[in-house]
């Protein structure tokens, strides 16, 4: 049975960095497309950033290019989401998921396994 997990939130100042992890269980990470999305209270859960099966091709949701970086290391059985000069409308809860496709992709109906989720919130 694969399962995710997600790492690595917290709380941290406006202008602030932090760095989730998301490590699989039960099969191989390079089986899968990873995603990370969030949700906020009150707010559907949305796309943040994808990356394709062999990690040479990602996407972004507009409001984090340039901020966030989304990576791999399938030896560790790892994705990451590198976030960088947070802002307040960054808190959400942060979740990872796993897609058999072997693009990055945005749909959530494209992903198979999700994890927990973990919380991010950014003060101001």
């Known amino acids: 049975q694969v399962q995710l997990v997600e790492s690595g939130g917290g709380l941290v100042q406006a202008g602030g960095s932090l760095r989730l992890s998301c490590t699989i269980s039960?099969?191989?990470?390079?089986?899968?497309?990873m995603g990370w999305f969030r949700q906020a209270p009150g707010e559907e859960r949305e796309f943040v950033a994808a990356i394709s099966r062999n990690g040479y091709s990602t996407y972004y949701t507009e409001s984090v290019k340039g901020r966030f970086t989304i990576s791999r290391d399938n030896a560790k059985s790892t994705a990451y989401l590198q976030m960088n000069s947070l802002i307040p409308d960054d808190t959400a809860v942060y979740y990872c998921?796993?897609?058999?496709?072997?693009?990055?992709?945005?749909?959530?109906?494209?992903?198979?396994?999700w994890g927990q989720g973990t919380q991010v919130t950014v003060s101001s």
């Open positions: 039960g099969r191989a990470l390079s089986n899968y497309a």
């Open positions: 998921a796993a897609s058999t496709y072997a693009t990055a992709t945005k749909r959530k109906a494209d992903y198979t396994y």
